[in-house]
């Protein structure tokens, strides 16, 4: 069995435990923060996110043969600043084309880019 702990600011967020059976995860009891995981159609872990109470995400961490890899700051900055951009993209009217809304996050990423 593998088990990883994740820690923000020193505290720790939440235990992640995979085994060939299965895997589980358990929140930190009164942590403010929010867990987020994804797998792959494996079932194998891809990525595990600590995020705010607001539900901005604080740490992130891809996983890497097996390991929880820390993502750097400067990606986590970028992504923060394209936040707002993406809400407004994701929950307004669908009045445009797929290949529209490919045109927007395609100059969305260029910004983040600059």
Request: proline residues 6%.
């Amino acid at each position: 069995m593998q088990v990883q702990q994740l820690y923000h600011a020193g505290a720790r967020v939440g235990i992640l435990a995979v085994s060939p059976e299965g895997s589980s995860i358990a929140t930190e009891a009164g942590s403010p923060f929010a867990l987020d995981v994804e797998y792959d159609a494996a079932r194998q872990l891809k990525y595990a996110g600590i995020l705010s109470p607001a539900g901005v995400v604080v740490d992130a961490f891809v996983c890497t043969n097996g390991v929880l890899v820390p993502v750097p700051n400067a990606a986590l900055d970028a992504a923060a600043e394209m936040a707002p951009d993406v809400k407004k993209l994701m929950f307004r009217e669908r009045k445009r084309s797929p290949e529209q809304f490919h045109q927007e996050v395609d100059r969305m990423v260029r910004k983040a880019d600059k």
